[in-house]
């Protein structure tokens, strides 16, 4: 296979699209939530409980978009996401009651598996070539800053605007601006394709890797290590500001959960510039280690300002780690060859406890306690951490009894 490298302009703009794609279906939904609700005559909790649901929904299609961004190639799948996308938003925009509202909310999620990170990924694996992972860095830099725009965007659009109106506007941006840019990645992947084999399919375009006889243990570990680390991250970031308030922090809550992204964005420019030579099992091990580090610290010395300083930026560098090596982790170990359907199920397993976490995470502080559940929190990602630490013991042993077995 020609090498290859994502071009610069591509980068960008697929960058554009993950920015307006989680700003749009995703992180906008929170500071909408209040309007939404006194609209539908619904509490507050019910309406993030829709979400949550739909948050399921996405994660049980996350391996089928996987699959068809293998098959006709990540640029279509993305393209025909992005109108997806548009349609979900004006559905939502237009429902009239609350049924209407979560099955048009549900639709958000599913289109959202085939234009984020995880098609994204796949994108820039079939058109950058040996350099997609590095490129894959660069993307999580550049659409870290979703939340830090949409946030206060959204926020602004909605005090001239009523929450229908918001998301109509944001379905044009999907229609209007990322459609354009997934057409065009369609296209250039295409070319780069059939430029060198034009009989070959985009899953048969890529590097073969040859299968290891531990390959389905260590896949297993992986997805384990991504489903604990996806709960325990979403346990504590939905709950952040009350369980620091909780904790005797007062109005520092809000403070200093606003550190964590910008730590998440600093995490992966730290990681750009020196982590180059790492491993990527490594980095998954590291960076699932950070929530139970910073709630070690925070939980004994609470209400100290400063352990929850450190608590905040250690959750945000393993949330913005998480982001990379959930691209680059089934790449390093498994190749390029059905690259697409294994970060399908790496999405679906983490997104599905994700979306559990919170409900979880209330019961236990009602039955427990918040300290107990955070302690319990901080074990269950260490299990994650091991889960990934087997990883490479598992490859290390094979590499030792290989030659005995020559």
Known sequence: MVDRQLPVLALWGLGLTQIIGYGTLYYAFSILVPDIARQLGWSEQWVFGAFSGSL????????????????IG????????????????????????????????????VVSATVLY????VAIVQIGGRKAQRSIVHLTLIAGFASTLFWPL????????????????????????????????????????????????FASAVSPTTPSPKGPLIF????????????????????MVPLTQA????????????????????????????????????????????????????????????????FAICMGLGSGLTSIVGGTLPLELFGREGYGKRLGWCTSVKQFTSAIAPVAMSASMSAVGVVPSLWIVALIGMVGAMAFLAIPLILRQRMITAPLNA
């Open 56 to 71: 399921l929904a996405g994660s049980l299609i996350a391996p089928t978009a996987g699959h068809w961004a293998d098959r």
């Open 74 to 109: 990540a640029g279509r799948l993305m393209a025909v996401g992005s109108g997806g996308a548009a349609l979900a938003l004006l559905l939502t925009a237009a429902a009239p009651g609350p049924i209407t509202f979560c099955l048009a909310l549900a639709l958000t999620q």
């Open 220 to 239: 297993v570990l992986m997805l384990v290590g991504f489903a604990i680390e996806g709960y325990a991250l979403s346990a504590v970031l939905v709950h």
């Open 247 to 310: 904790l005797g922090l007062g109005a520092f809550g809000i403070y200093i959960a606003s550190l964590f992204g910008p730590s998440q964005v600093a995490s992966r420019f730290v990681n750009l510039l020196f982590g180059g030579g790492l491993s990527q099992t490594w980095l998954a091990v590291i960076a699932t280690l950070f929530l139970p580090l910073g709630l070690a610290i925070l939980l004994p010395t609470s209400p100290w300002i400063v352990g929850a300083v450190v």
């Open 154 to 201: 959204t926020s602004s659009l909605h005090d001239w605007m009523s929450w229908r109106q918001v998301y109509l506007l944001f379905a044009l941006l999907n229609i209007g601006i990322c459609f354009p840019i997934h057409l065009w990645l369609a296209r250039l992947s295409s070319s780069k394709v059939v430029g060198e084999n034009p009989t070959h399919s």
């Open 118 to 121: 995880s098609t994204a990924f």
